[in-house]
């Protein structure tokens, strides 16, 4: 069970950073829009860590369910974005920029959020 918690932390993360690295490659772009990486990366983030809340109500540990509850609602509003502009040929700068913040955010909760690094 470790080692599957491992591995889908290691996708998890993978995930975010696609989505953060797809949005970032575009900074200095005139027009944005929803790429590949955004779209991979902000699916597999989402499944990495649904897939990731079962491994470990599965095990001994706690789960902060009110951090989970924060992490899933932000993914979840990320993903519908993403998916809902996908097809559109450029998405305003304000949508954009929302994404990354949300992006940032999730990390941010993740991180700061946390009893391990205390």
């Known amino acids: ?18 989505l953060f690295g797809g949005l970032l490659a575009q900074a200095r772009e005139p027009y944005k829009r929803v790429n590949a990486a ?3 990366g902000v699916g597999t983030a989402f499944l ?19 951090k989970i509850a924060v992490k899933a609602v932000i993914g979840l509003v990320l993903l519908v974005l993403v998916m809902v502009n996908m097809r559109k040929e450029a998405i305003p ?8 913040v949300l992006t940032a ?4 909760v993740a991180v700061f959020w ?5």
């Not at 079962?54 to 902060?64: F, I, K, R, Y």
């Open 105 to 108: 955010a999730n990390v941010a």
């Open 38 to 40: 955004m779209r991979d």
């Open 48 to 66: 990495t860590g649904l897939a990731l809340v079962g491994v470990l109500e599965a095990g001994d540990g706690d789960v902060n369910h009110a």
């Open 93 to 100: 700068q304000g949508l954009w920029t929302g994404l990354l």
């Open 114 to 118: 946390s009893t391990a690094h205390g």
């Open 1 to 18: 069970m470790h080692t599957l918690r491992l591995i889908l932390l290691f996708a998890h993360l993978l995930g975010w950073a696609a």
